[in-house]
C-alpha cells in the first residue's frame, strides 16, 4: 500500500534515544533493543525515518564514541574509524596523499553540509548500491572491523554488502572503522560518477586502481556502483587487464567487456541502456587515467 | 532529555523530546525562523545553520545531538542594527530575489570564507552546491560571495 | 530607436526595501508564521489514482483534542481556484475536499491538533475505505474510447457541462486559407513534440495561516500571487461576506505561476479554523508540494510551409494539453498556447486545434510563461529545420518573419489584441549574431571525437500584462494608493505582490522618479485586502508594467494636488510651479522659477497642511493598461556534450533582452539569470515521470528525485553575457516593459537547437537528458 499519508519531512516520530561512550555499550543497547537503529552522521537515517522507511524505537547515537572517530597512518594500511565525518576525511592529508582514490570518492558525496554530518560508517552500512565511500572501499581492498556481542571480526570490504540496504551485520553489531591498505607507489586510481546534476546519488560511477610496471599491469581492481544491488568489482575486466601491457586498443577492449558483463536496471535516475553504455566510455576514461598516474607514479 | 545549547551567543536550556529536530526547536521555541524548512530531507540547504562553527542542516539534526554545542544562525549574524559584509554584499549584487534561500546561503558563505578567503569562483561553486536557489540561477549568488570576500580581507 | 527621457531614479541599482529583513532572516514568509493558541493541520491524501471514498471513520482517533474534517462537512460547491477570467472562460471542477479522488495525493480530509506530531498520529488513524477506478496517465490515452471518466459533469457559468472523451475543454481558430497557405509553400516541415511535465520547485512550500475572527469572518495569511482573488474565492466558497475577510501580503518564497491559483491549502485550512474556532496553520511539506502541481505537459503537432525565398506561408498547430485531474486555468491556455504560436512569426494563414485533456495525475497550472516555454521549443527548433530544408541561415530566416513594431500581437490569447509599439528584436539578434560569431559556427555532422561542441539561438518574447484597448474574456487591471506623510516621504498601498524580482520597489521608484525624490522615501506598505484597490495579480510579467502603470496614475494625480495645493500656499500659478530634490535637506523643493522665497518643500506642505486642517494630499485609483507589449528575448548558447556520458554543459550563454526602459539593472539581469537556469534544466534534466504501478509519482514527491540545477551546473560568470536593447514602450510607465517570462521561453529552443548544432542529431521530446542523448547517439550509430 502507498505510505503516502506517513509520509512527513516535517518530522522525525518519537523513538527512545540512546547515547553511550563506548562502543561495548552500544553493542549492549543494540543487543537489548532488537531493531534498535545506529545513528551516525543521520544523512541517510533520518530522511528514511521522516519517509518512514524506518521506524526505529531505539536511536542509539555513535557519536560520542571517541574510539570510533580516529584516524590512524599505520604505515602499509591508513585505518579509518567508522564515525569519523566524511569531511575530515576529505580534508585529512594523510589520506589525500595516501589514499587519493578514497579522498575523491569522499569529496564526491552530497555538498559540504552533507560531508560535515555524513559518516564514512554510515555510508557503508547504509549499503546503498549508488554509496561512493563504499567503492572506494571495495576498490582499495579495504577491511571492515565489525564488533558484536561476541566481540570483534572483520570482513572484506566486497563481501559486506549483501544486497540494497543489506549487509552481514548482525542486528546487534557496529562496525567500528575500516583499515585501508594503501596502495604500493606503483599504483594509479581514478574514480569517476555521472548525475543528474552536480548534487546528486551516482547514476553510474567507477573506481579503478592499476599497479604498474610501466606500461604492464601487475594488478588491476575495477569497480562499478550503482548497476548492481551492491558495488561490484568486475573480475572479467580484471582478469583481461592483469599482466597485459596497456594500450589503447586493450583499454577499450576492456571498457567493452565492462559494459557487456554488468546488468544493471532502469530505475529514476538512468535506464538501464544508459548504464550499460555509459559505463564504456567511463571505464575508458577511469583506465586510462590510473594506468596514466600509475605510469608517472614511478 | 535535558540539553544546554549556545545559540547565537546565548545559553539555553532545553527539555526535549529526542525527536525533536533542530530546524524545529529553533523555528517553534525561539521564533528563529530565519533557517528555512525547504524539503526535510537534505536537498535544498534551506535548513543550513553553524553548528561548532560548520555548516549542518537543521532538518536532519536532532537537538540531542547539540547538546553542550555552538549553533549559529542567520539571526546571529551581524551586531545589532549593522549588516555583516556578507549580508551587505548580497543585498548589493543582487542575490536577493524571494529571499527564502538567502539565510541558507549566507550561512554556507560564513562557513566558506572562514574556510577559504580566497576562494576561486569553482570553489565557491562547489561549496555552495548543497543550497538551491530557483530564483537567481546563482550569478548574483556568486558575485555576492566574492565580493564579500573582498570586503572581508 | 527612441528619445530617452533623462532618468533621475531610474536605470540606476537600488537596494530593495524589504533587502535588511531577507538578509537577517527576520523577514516572515507564510510558513514562518504562528499564532498563540494555534493548531497544525495536516492532509488525507488519496492513495490511488482514481477512487471512490466510500467511507471515512474517524473513530479510531485517540486524541479528543483533534479536529477533523471531511468531504461533508464543507461546502459542495464547485469551484475553479483561479479568477483571472471572465464567468464565461472559468470551468469549474473542484471542490474543497473530494471523496472521488482524481490523482494520488488529492485531499480527501483534514486534521488539526496541538503539535504537527499530534496530527500526523491523528491523521494515520483515520480508517478509510476506497472504491479503485482505473486510472489513465497519458492525453491522448485519455480520450480514447471506453476510457474510465475523470470527471463526469463540470461546470461553466453557471451551467452543467457534460465532459465528453475526458477533453476539458476545446479551441478551435483559423485564420486565413490554411490550404491555399500549404500549397503555395515551397517546404513544409510537420513535427509531433512533446514536452515534460515540470514541477516549480519554489523554495517555499504552500502554506497558510488562518484566524477566524470574532465576527464569523477570518484573517488569512498565504502563499499567494494575488490576494484579492484570495478574498473572492473564499467569498464564493463560504458565503464569508467580504468586508470580513482579510487577506494580508505576506513575502512568498518564490511562486513561477504556482500561487496564481488560490492553493487548496487555503480553503481546507479556513474551513478546520472555522470548525475548530481557533487559528489553524497548513504548511505543506514538500512531499505533499509535489503532489500539488506541476506545469502543463503538452503535445503539438506542428506544421510550417515557407515559400523559395524563405517567407512563412502557413501554419497549423495541433496542441493537447494535459492538464491533470482538474482544470485551474486550461481554457485561457488554449488561447494563449494559440497566441503565443501565431504572435512569434508571421503567418499569413494559420490553424488551430487544442484540447485540454484530463488525466489522473496532479493537476497542472502556470509556471512561468504559461505554455509560452513550451510551444517556443516547438516552434524554434522547426524554425531551424526549416530554415535547412530552405537553404538560409537560421537566423536570417527568422530575420525574415518574425513579428515585430506595427504589427498585431495577440499572444495573450484570441481576446486579448494590441498593436506593437517598441521592439528591439533586430537589435538583440544583431548584437547576439556578432557576439557569438554566429556565422562561423561549426556545422553539425563535422564533429568527431568525445566531446562536441555547438551553438544555438532561440528567440521569443512573452506579454507585459494582457492588457488590450477592448475587454476579453481576462481580466487585467490594477490598483494603488499613494498618500504623502508629514516628513515629506510617501505610502505606496498596493494589493501587488512581489515575488522577489523587485517588483515593488521598481513601482517605487516610478513614484520617485515621477515625484522627484529618492526611491527610498517612496514607503512600500504592507497591505492587505481591506485597505487595497482590486488587483488582479502578479502574474503574466505584468507587476512593472501594469503595476507601475497604477503606481505612475496615482503618482501623477498627487503630484498635481501637491502643485495646487503648494500653488494655494505659494500664491503662485500651480501649473507654473516646478519641482527639484535638494540634497542638502534631503527633501523635494516645489518652487516658482526665479522668484525668491517662492518655494516648500514636501515636509513643509504637509505639515502646514495639517496644522491648517487642510487635509491630507492622497490619490488612490485603479489602472487599465491600454495595450499588451512584448518584452522580445533571445538566446545564443553555446554547449559541449560529452557523447560518452550524454551529459551536455553550458559553455557561453548570450542573453539580448528588450524590456523598455530599465529601472533596475541588476534584478533586471537577475531575471534572465534566473530564466536560464529554468529553461537550462526545463531542457535537459527536469520531467515529473509516474509509476503506472502505483499511480504515484515515480520519484513520489522527494525532490532528491527531482534534480533542480546547483550552482555548479550553470554557466561560469565571464561565460555568461547579458545586455539590453535601447528601446522605450510608448504605452509603459516611463517606457518600461516586463521581463519575468521572456528571461525563460526562449531557453529550451536555443539549447536543443545547440545540441543539435553539436550532434547532428534532433529531439522531438523534453527533457532532453543524458539518457536519451546517448541513446540517440546509439540509433545514429547502428543506421550508420
Ligand atoms: C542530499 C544528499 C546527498 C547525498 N549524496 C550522496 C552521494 O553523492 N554519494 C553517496 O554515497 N551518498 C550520498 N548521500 C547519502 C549519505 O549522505 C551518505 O551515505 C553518508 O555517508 C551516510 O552517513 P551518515 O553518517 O549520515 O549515516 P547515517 O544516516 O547515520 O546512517 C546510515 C545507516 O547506517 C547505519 N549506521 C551508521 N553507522 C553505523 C555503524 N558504525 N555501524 C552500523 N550501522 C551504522 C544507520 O543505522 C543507518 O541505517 C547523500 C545524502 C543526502 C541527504
Ligand atoms: S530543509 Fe534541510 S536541506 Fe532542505
Ligand atoms: S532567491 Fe528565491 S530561491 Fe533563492
Redesign the pocket.
Known amino acids: 500500500m502507498n505510505p503516502i499519508n506517513k509520509h512527513n519531512t516535517h518530522i522525525v516520530m518519537p523513538f527512545e534515544y540512546h547515547q553511550p561512550a563506548t562502543v561495548r555499550a552500544a553493542v549492549e543497547i543494540l543487543r537489548k533493543h532488537p531493531g534498535a537503529?545506529?545513528?551516525?552522521?543521520?544523512?541517510?537515517?533520518?530522511?528514511k525515518m521522516k519517509q518512514r522507511l524506518l521506524e526505529p524505537k531505539h536511536v542509539v547515537n555513535?557519536k560520542k564514541i571517541p574510539e570510533?572517530s580516529v584516524v590512524e597512518d599505520r604505515g602499509d594500511a591508513v585505518y579509518i574509524g567508522?564515525?569519523v565525518r566524511?569531511r575530515e576525511i576529505e580534508k585529512s592529508e594523510t589520506i589525500r596523499r595516501r589514499l587519493p582514490l578514497l579522498s575523491s570518492c569522499v569529496r564526491?558525496?552530497?555538498?559540504v553540509q552533507?560531508r560535515n554530518?555524513?559518516?564514512?560508517?554510515?555510508?557503508v552500512?547504509?549499503a546503498?548500491p549508488?554509496?561512493?565511500?563504499a567503492l572506494g572501499l571495495v576498490a582499495l581492498e579495504a577491511t571492515v572491523h565489525i564488533a558484536g556481542p561476541g566481540g570483534e571480526r572483520q570482513v572484506e570490504a566486497k563481501s559486506f554488502f549483501e544486497g540494497p540496504g543489506l549487509t552481514v551485520?548482525g542486528e546487534d553489531e557496529?562496525?567500528t572503522g575500516f583499515t585501508v591498505p594503501v596502495p604500493t607507489e606503483d599504483t594509479g586510481t581514478c574514480f569517476i560518477s555521472v548525475g543528474r546534476t552536480a548534487?546528486?546519488?551516482?547514476t553510474i560511477s567507477i573506481a579503478v586502481a592499476l599497479t604498474m610496471d610501466g606500461d604492464r599491469v601487475k594488478d588491476a581492481k575495477v569497480v562499478l556502483g550503482s548497476v548492481a544491488p551492491t558495488p561490484i568489482r568486475l573480475a572479467d575486466a580484471e582478469k583481461q587487464l592483469k599482466g597485459k601491457t596497456l594500450t589503447e586498443k586493450l583499454v577499450e577492449d576492456t571498457a567493452m567487456k565492462v559494459s557487456e558483463s554488468i546488468k544493471p536496471i532502469t530505475d529514476i535516475r538512468g535506464t538501464a541502456e544508459y548504464r550499460r553504455e555509459a559505463s564504456r566510455g567511463m571505464a575508458v576514461e577511469a583506465i586510462t587515467k590510473a594506468w596514466r598516474e600509475g605510469r608517472t607514479q614511478r | 532529555m535535558k540539553i544546554d545549547v549556545t545559540i547565537n551567543g546565548r545559553e539555553r536550556s532545553f527539555d526535549v523530546p529526542p525527536n525533536t529536530l533542530l530546524l524545529n526547536l529553533l523555528r517553534e521555541r525561539l521564533d528563529l525562523t530565519g533557517s528555512k524548512y525547504g524539503c526535510g530531507?537534505?536537498?535544498c540547504g534551506a535548513c543550513t545553520l553553524l553548528l561548532d562553527g560548520e555548516p549542518v542542516l537543521g532538518c536532519m539534526t536532532l537537538a540531542v545531538d547539540c547538546d553542550g554545542r555552538t549553533v549559529e544562525t542567520i539571526e546571529g549574524l551581524g551586531d545589532g542594527d549593522g549588516l555583516h559584509p556578507i549580508q551587505e554584499a548580497y543585498l548589493e549584487e543582487g542575490a536577493v530575489q524571494c529571499g527564502f534561500c538567502t539565510p541558507g546561503f549566507i550561512m554556507t558563505t560564513k562557513a566558506l570564507l572562514e574556510e577559504e578567503p580566497n576562494p576561486s569562483e569553482a570553489e565557491i561553486r562547489e561549496y555552495l552546491k548543497g543550497n538551491v536557489c530557483r530564483c537567481t540561477g546563482y550569478v548574483n549568488i556568486v558575485a555576492a560571495v566574492q565580493s564579500a570576500a573582498g570586503k572581508m580581507r | 530607436m527612441s528619445s530617452k527621457p533623462a532618468f533621475k531614479v531610474l536605470g540606476r541599482d537600488t537596494q530593495r526595501q524589504d533587502g535588511v529583513a531577507k538578509v537577517t532572516g527576520r523577514e516572515k514568509f507564510a510558513s514562518d508564521l504562528s499564532l498563540p493558541n494555534m493548531l497544525h493541520a495536516r492532509v488525507l491524501k488519496s492513495p490511488y489514482a482514481h477512487a471512490k471514498v466510500k467511507r471515512i471513520d474517524v473513530s479510531a482517533i485517540s486524541d479528543p483534542t483533534v479536529v477533523t474534517l471531511t468531504p461533508d462537512e464543507v461546502p459542495d460547491a464547485r469551484f475553479c481556484p483561479r479568477l483571472m477570467s471572465t464567468p464565461e472562460a472559468t470551468y469549474k471542477d473542484w471542490t474543497v475536499l473530494t471523496s472521488k479522488p482524481r490523482y494520488v495525493g488529492e485531499t480527501i480530509a483534514a486534521v488539526a491538533a496541538e503539535s504537527e506530531e499530534a496530527a500526523q498520529r491523528a491523521l494515520e488513524s483515520l480508517v478509510v475505505e476506497y472504491e479503485e477506478f482505473t486510472a489513465v496517465f497519458d492525453a491522448l490515452g485519455s480520450m480514447e474510447p471506453g476510457v474510465e471518466p475523470i470527471h463526469d459533469y463540470i461546470e461553466l457559468d453557471e451551467e452543467t457541462l457534460k465532459v465528453e472523451s475526458n477533453i476539458a475543454c476545446h479551441l478551435e481558430i483559423e485564420e486565413g486559407d490554411t490550404e491555399e497557405g500549404f500549397r503555395q509553400a515551397d517546404h513544409v516541415v510537420e513535427r509531433t513534440y512533446r514536452t515534460n511535465r515540470r514541477y516549480h520547485t519554489q523554495l517555499e512550500t504552500k502554506s497558510v495561516l488562518v484566524r477566524p475572527e470574532p465576527n464569523g469572518g477570518v484573517t488569512v495569511w498565504s502563499t499567494t500571487q494575488t490576494l484579492h482573488n484570495t478574498r473572492i474565492l473564499l467569498h464564493e466558497i463560504f458565503g464569508i461576506p467580504m468586508g470580513k475577510i482579510r487577506v494580508m501580503k505576506v513575502p512568498i518564497g518564490g511562486s513561477f505561476g504556482s500561487s496564481i491559483q488560490v492553493n487548496p491549502v487555503v480553503p481546507i485550512a479556513v474551513a478546520l479554523a472555522l470548525k475548530a474556532r481557533r487559528p489553524v496553520k497548513l504548511s505543506y511539506t514538500r512531499e505533499e508540494d509535489l503532489h500539488d502541481h506541476c506545469s502543463y505537459q503538452m503535445i503539438f503537432k506542428l506544421k510550417l510551409g515557407a515559400d523559395r525565398e524563405g517567407k512563412l506561408t502557413a501554419g497549423h498547430l495541433d496542441a493537447w494539453l494535459d492538464i491533470g485531474a482538474h482544470q485551474i486555468q486550461a481554457y485561457p491556455l488554449l488561447g494563449c498556447v494559440v497566441g503565443w504560436w501565431v504572435s512569434l512569426y508571421k503567418l499569413p494563414a494559420k490553424s488551430y486545434v487544442g484540447k485540454a485533456v484530463y488525466t489522473n495525475k496532479v493537476p497542472s497550472c502556470a509556471f512561468r510563461g504559461y505554455g509560452n516555454p513550451q510551444i517556443t521549443w516547438a516552434v524554434e527548433t522547426l524554425m531551424d529545420e526549416l530554415a535547412e530544408k530552405v537553404g538560409v541561415d537560421p537566423l536570417d530566416f527568422r530575420f525574415m518573419n518574425y513579428i515585430g513594431e506595427g504589427d498585431l500581437f495577440w499572444g495573450q490569447g484570441p481576446s486579448v489584441k494590441s498593436v506593437i509599439h517598441s521592439c528591439g528584436v533586430e537589435e538583440i539578434l544583431t548584437k547576439g549574431a556578432e557576439m557569438s560569431d554566429w556565422y562561423n559556427r561549426p556545422r553539425a555532422e563535422t564533429q568527431t571525437g568525445r566531446h562536441r561542441r555547438g551553438w544555438g539561438m532561440g528567440r521569443g518574447y512573452h506579454t507585459s500584462s494582457a492588457g488590450a484597448p477592448v475587454p476579453g474574456t481576462v481580466i487585467d487591471f490594477g490598483g494603488a494608493m499613494l498618500k504623502l506623510n508629514e516628513d515629506g516621504t510617501f505610502d505606496y498601498v498596493s494589493a501587488l505582490m512581489d515575488h522577489g524580482g523587485g517588483t515593488l520597489d521598481a513601482n517605487a521608484k516610478i513614484i520617485a522618479e515621477e515625484l522627484e525624490i529618492p526611491h527610498h522615501k517612496v514607503n512600500i506598505v504592507r497591505a492587505d485586502t481591506g485597505t487595497t484597490v482590486y488587483d488582479v495579480c502578479t502574474h503574466a510579467s505584468r507587476g512593472i508594467y501594469s503595476g507601475g502603470g497604477a503606481a505612475l496614475k496615482v503618482a501623477a494625480q498627487v503630484k498635481q494636488k501637491i502643485r495646487e495645493q503648494a500653488g494655494n500656499l505659494l500664491d503662485a500659478y500651480p501649473n507654473a510651479l516646478k519641482f527639484r530634490y535638494d540634497q542638502q535637506r534631503e527633501q523635494a523643493v516645489v518652487y516658482a522659477e526665479g522668484i525668491e522665497g517662492r518655494e516648500i518643500t514636501y515636509k513643509e506642505l504637509a505639515y502646514t497642511m495639517r496644522n491648517k486642517n487642510l487635509g491630507t494630499i492622497a490619490a488612490v485609483d485603479s489602472y487599465r493598461q491600454p495595450s499588451c507589449p512584448p518584452h522580445f528575448t533571445g538566446y545564443f548558447i553555446e554547449v559541449d556534450v560529452d557523447t560518452w556520458t550524454g551529459k551536455v554543459r553550458p559553455l557561453r550563454v548570450i542573453a539580448g533582452a528588450d524590456i523598455g526602459t530599465v529601472i533596475n539593472p541588476k534584478l533586471a539581469k537577475g531575471q534572465i539569470h534566473g530564466g536560464l537556469a529554468q529553461g537550462w534544466s526545463m531542457t535537459v534534466n527536469e520531467d515529473t515521470p509516474y509509476d503506472p504501478t502505483s499511480g504515484d509519482l515515480w520519484n513520489r514527491g522527494f525532490i532528491?528525485d527531482y534534480k533542480v540545477p546547483t550552482s555548479m551546473d550553470l554557466p561560469s560568470l565571464e561565460a555568461f553575457t547579458v545586455f539590453f536593447a535601447d528601446t522605450y514602450e510608448p504605452t509603459g510607465p516611463f517606457g518600461a516593459k516586463g521581463i519575468g517570462e521572456g528571461a525563460l521561453n526562449p531557453v529550451a529552443g536555443a539549447v536543443a537547437n545547440a545540441i543539435q548544432n553539436a550532434l547532428g542529431v534532433r529531439f522531438y521530446e523534453l527533457p532532453i537528458t543524458k539518457d536519451r542523448i546517448l541513446e540517440a547517439l546509439k540509433r545514429k550509430e547502428v543506421e550508420a
Not at chain 1, 537503529?37 to 530522511?47: E, F, N, S
Not at chain 1, 554530518?117 to 555510508?123: H, K, V
Not at chain 1, 548534487?199 to 551516482?202: A, E, P, V
Open positions: 537503529k545506529p545513528l551516525a552522521g543521520g544523512t541517510d537515517l533520518v530522511p555513535l570510533l567508522a564515525a566524511l564526491s558525496i552530497g555538498s552533507i554530518m555524513g559518516t564514512l560508517g554510515g555510508n552500512c547504509n546503498s549508488a554509496a561512493d565511500g551485520l557496529l562496525v548534487l546528486d546519488i551516482s | 530531507i537534505g536537498e | 532528491s
